[in-house]
């Protein structure tokens, strides 16, 4: 009944006797606690979520729908374990191209302990977390039946520079995605997916003026996940691009002030993307109307 | 010719053989060059500023307009020096209440050295920098002809937590401002000097909107100094509330990335103000049109 997720980008991934999450057939996502205090911390961010009436319904939509925990048998055969359960954003696609950014040029919270703080800082110094405000953790991008995906090694999108950013999220809605950072994406899906009224742009841009105003989370080392399907694109079929916020083990209590380090990164985010669509070649309207 | 600022608020302060800016009598301000890199790096950027046809005029009135440098002699006794000229802000302005905010949930930039880092770090997290995104350096809030200015010591400032900044920013715009923070300050200049159509509040905002565009420059460890007049204030009259950014030993390039650090600190700034504004009591209207 339960396997290892086909369309997994980043995060602990489930293989031989290592622990990971699982999905069902009926569109759900386990995850399983950590076992520190990351788990019960993500599992008390979620109910709180879920119960705080302030969070407006377009803002909601931007986060996986939460079903609890349950108890399953763990991914590495250690037997029964609590995880937590979502719904599987990547279950409604057939060949979905994902990308997970994780937010904010610092991905510590201020009451962590110092040798957290330390380990993180370096990271992000290491990373563009710094520079940019956000890092590429991870992503996939569907070629073909015949190529498949592109899903380059974590270390290896770990060492984007910030020209490499640009370029794999140009990649991200080219037609010519191939194994490596080509510098010649064609950008044909560009305003179909990150332009018009539905897309990944305007999306962004509605989170953006939640987090201008927003003063009850802050969200530390979170991710924004971005997902559509190519196929269905072309087609003007299926749900579009979707957005989602996932990974909540260091969110903590807004304390009535705003999350300038996620909402600082978000605007970066947001400015690459407008930055592609403003670049896009006179006949993009062609390509995108295919 | 040359005197001590009556108003300065934060940043080195000349005196008893220290050395600190001066004024002239025709509206002038000299900051001596520091002799590190610092006081080249300042001048570069006011170089490149003052040059840069991309900074459109709405944003150039943000900045203290530059005369270039002048050799004089030097507040310490040291002789003569290079000092930065420009506009001395204050001087228009009789008794004029002023707030230095340092920028930023980081001070310091990506290529400084280690030494420098630490530093900064340590800073940022013993005060507001880090929870808030900006933290106070100091302040002077006039209050009347018999009680002249509360303008407490530096040390008194950067021990501020949220609570202290979100009071002083209150005190700064109250008729019953003491030198301490009582709680319960009246608010009675907040709609002249935050709101309205040319106050505090919509000049940050049209700063808030080119720091989301703009890619040229960073600008870390740099202030948003805040100044009005009260009596100007009630009268309707003189120059109304301005807002300035000062401080620029420490711009780099923005190499095609927006200043994500600095636009954090001012959205959260934008927040505090507007929750002013928003929680005023109901009498406010009258307070202002008196």
């Known amino acids: 009944m339960f396997k290892i997720p086909d369309h997994q980008v980043a995060g602990h991934q489930a293989s031989n006797g290592i622990i990971g999450p699982l999905i069902d057939n009926s569109g759900r996502f386990y995850k399983p606690l950590q076992s520190d205090d990351r788990g019960s911390q993500e599992v008390a961010f979620y109910t709180k979520f879920s119960s705080n009436n302030e969070i407006p319904n377009h803002i909601r ?112 809605v080219s037609s010519n995605s191939s194994d490596d950072l080509v510098p010649e994406p064609d950008c044909a899906f560009a305003e179909t997916v990150y332009g018009g009224a539905d897309g990944v742009l305007a999306q962004l841009l509605k989170l953006k003026a939640w987090f201008e105003d927003q ?19 072309l087609k003007g079929e299926g749900p579009g691009a979707t957005i989602k916020l996932i990974d909540f083990a260091h969110v903590i209590e807004g304390e009535g002030v705003i999350d300038h380090n996620f909402l600082g990164g978000l605007c970066s985010l947001i400015k690459f993307i407008s930055e592609i669509l403003e670049n896009l070649p006179q006949n993009s309207a062609q390509v995108s109307a295919y």
């Open 215 to 233: 003063t009850i989370f802050h969200f530390y080392s979170c991710s924004v996940l971005m997902v559509f399907e190519k196929e269905a694109t």
């Open 61 to 172: 939509k931007f986060f996986p729908t939460y079903y609890g925990t349950k108890d399953i048998e763990a991914s590495d055969g250690s037997g029964l374990r609590p995880h937590l359960v979502m719904e599987d954003i990547a279950s409604i696609r057939t060949n979905p191209s994902l990308m997970d950014i994780k937010m904010g040029s610092r991905t510590w919270f201020p009451t962590a302990s110092e040798d957290y703080i330390m380990r993180c800082l370096k990271k992000d110094r290491e990373t563009t977390s710094l520079p940019l405000g956000f890092r590429i953790s991870g992503f996939q991008i569907y070629g073909s039946e015949d190529s498949g995906y592109w899903k380059p090694e974590r270390k290896y999108v770990l060492g984007f520079s910030t020209n490499d950013v640009r370029i794999a999220l140009r990649k991200f």
